[in-house]
């Protein structure tokens, strides 16, 4: 039987200051009249069975995710609250153990819920695909052809083809690299070897918590122990911070890749606004409920909810209006947008001193 987890305990802080603790990402309007959580259960609904859907976040999201939960008739017992973030080991093999435990024969889906997906039929195509593949005991991965050098994602390198076990095409992968610089991401526009990171996985739990127990065998064990309701808070604690990518995926032989091209688009920063929203003749876009003015920009975006925005001769900014903060930067900034968020953390930590 197939079961979907969808990722949504990230703050999302490159959009600040649109994105906040308060206010995470996932539940924002992006990119239509629905939050990105709300979108990304609503795309998988045809291929994953309301019950077998299930929820990673903060405990600080409870009223939230709960209303998502009664509006798709989704069980409750299927959202994981995180006492803290943990990354996405924690909650991906804490997950898999409890599906593993009613279906050892599952097939598992993880999803990030902040992604853009513009043609939904190819994309359940692509996880129908793969599925194929994890039912071979394989670890898949969706992998995105890069169209520009972008220095926010996370991108994979294949190795050899191979076709298993349906006629689609499957690359055996090479490795998985962090973000890199401008420099190395135009290397890897050129070398048609790389992919994007999509942060899409389809394995079986049990191989999953197989991988889990060879690499990570700290984690697993407690894993094996957070089954104790009582002792949830304090095992969880203990939880190291280590992302699914880096613990397992850089490390196991199971891993393929699937090319995809669904019309994928990763809404990490501001300027990937760009690759959804409609510009005027010059290059510009105004989003949001606020009135603009704009005298002689080019290529600037604007988004306000509040007063009045004017702008006069700009051109490759950012301006980003909310009723508690402003943010202005330059278009190749946008990745540092997240720095700012570390920094006003510690000035309120110093405050709190």
């Given at each position: 039987m197939k079961h979907?987890?969808?990722?949504?305990?990230?703050?999302g802080s490159r959009f600040w200051p649109l994105s906040k603790e308060t206010e995470p990402k996932q539940f924002l309007n992006i990119y239509s009249n629905k939050g990105m959580l709300e979108e990304t259960i609503q795309r998988i609904r045809t291929l994953i069975k309301k019950e077998n859907i299930y929820i990673a976040t903060n405990k600080t999201h409870y009223r939230r995710i709960k209303k998502y939960l009664t509006k798709f008739d989704i069980p409750l017992k299927n959202a994981l609250f995180e006492p803290e973030s943990k990354n996405t080991l924690a909650p991906i093999g804490l997950l898999s153990k409890r599906?593993?435990?009613?279906d050892p024969e599952a097939i598992c889906l993880v999803l990030p819920s902040d992604h853009l997906v513009k043609n939904g039929n190819t994309f359940l195509k692509c996880l129908k695909g793969a599925i194929n593949a994890a039912g071979k005991n394989y670890i898949v991965t969706l992998g995105i052809r890069p169209t520009r050098p972008e220095t926010g994602y996370g991108y994979i390198k294949v190795d050899s083809e191979l076709r298993t076990p349906s006629s689609q095409l499957y690359y055996e992968v090479e490795k998985f690299i962090e973000k890199p610089n401008l420099s190395k991401a135009k290397e890897f526009l050129?070398?048609?070897r790389y992919y994007w990171n999509s942060g899409i996985f389809i394995f079986k739990p049990r191989v999953m918590l197989e991988e889990i127990k060879r690499f990570k065998p700290d984690i697993y064990k407690l894993i094996m122990r957070l089954k104790d309701k009582r002792y949830f808070n304090r095992l969880w604690s203990k939880m190291p911070s280590v992302s699914v990518d880096y613990a397992i995926m850089e490390k196991t032989k199971k891993k393929l890749l699937l090319p995809a091209d669904y019309g994928w688009v990763d809404l990490g920063s501001w300027q990937t606004v760009e690759e959804i929203s409609r510009k005027d003749k010059d290059g510009n876009i105004f989003k949001g409920k606020g009135n603009f003015i704009n005298i002689g920009s080019k290529n600037t975006i604007v988004w306000s909810n509040?007063?009045?925005v004017a702008t006069l001769g700009l051109e490759n900014i950012i301006i980003v209006n909310t009723k508690d903060a402003l943010l202005v930067t330059a278009k190749d900034k946008t990745q540092d947008v997240k720095k700012v968020v570390q920094l006003l953390k510690q000035k309120v930590l110093r405050q709190k001193k």
């Open positions: 979907a987890i969808i990722l949504a305990g990230g703050i599906i593993n435990d009613m050129k070398d048609k509040e007063g009045v």
